[in-house]
Each structure stands twice: as structure tokens, then as C-alpha cells.
């Protein structure tokens, strides 16, 4: 079976640590999948206060993550200390995606590549709304 090739988005304009709870392992004694992609969103939710934005106020509009892809490099245990490294990529007419790089602190130890698909969504309609122009702004262009 082939394996997802995610690739870093090498320059990241954003970081922050999280730390990795008892709570957060599962029954192999490292980070859980499931909880990966919880401190993801953690990450998520403060690179867009970084931006003075948040899941339900990103320059104007709603955010609903459509997908997620993650492919694990190294395990991660109770007390170490991850870096998400954030960038905004590929702005499309009504969304963006998230790039992450996660690392160990104490090791720059690459644990895993992320990346998340982010919708602008209209809550009260129920439906995907474009892109603001601050936000297409915010993401780094690729080609």
C-alpha cells in the first residue's frame, strides 16, 4: 500500500508549542491519532488569533474543516513539547488549506506533516461562502 506524501510548506510565518497530555496517548504509550488532530485544531485556533480571527469569524465569514491529511514521521510522548509550525496555502474561491509541520521542541524530531482543507461556511445559511479578500491576503500563493 502506498503511503500519503505530504510535503513540507517550508517557509511556516507561524508557531506554537503545545504540550502533550497522559491523556493524549493511546494504548501504545504515544500521541494518539485522534488526539493529533485535536492539538491540531489547538494550533489551528491560535494561528488564526494570530490574525485576529477565529473558526467562527475569519475576516467576515465561518470556517468548516472539509479534510484532513496526516502522515506520522516519529511517535510523541507525555511531557514533550510540540512545535506546529502553520502556513496558509493555496487560497481557492471559498477556501484555503492549513499546512503544518510538527516537530519535538527538545529534538526539532519531525513528528508529523499536516494539512487541513478549510471551507468558508455561513453558519446561519448552512452553506460554503467565498473567500474575504484579508484571508486570500493571509495565504501564501502556490503554484
Known sequence: MPR???ASREPYPF???IVVRT????YGGHLGNDRLLSLVQEARVA????????????GGVGLIMADAALSYRAE???GDVLRFCVVAVEPGRAGFRLAMR????????????????????DYA?????????????ACRQED
Open 76 to 78: 510523541a510522548f507525555a
Open 125 to 137: 445559511r448552512r452553506r460554503p461562502v467565498a473567500l474575504p479578500a484579508a484571508v486570500r491576503a
Open 23 to 26: 491523556t493524549d496517548l493511546n
Open 47 to 58: 494561528f488564526l488569533a494570530a490574525h485576529g480571527w477565529s473558526e467562527l469569524d475569519c
Open 102 to 121: 510538527v516537530t519535538r521542541a527538545a529534538d526539532d524530531r519531525e513528528v508529523a506533516l499536516v494539512e487541513t482543507g478549510m471551507v468558508c461556511f
Open 15 to 17: 508557531s506554537c508549542e
Open 4 to 6: 500519503l506524501d505530504l
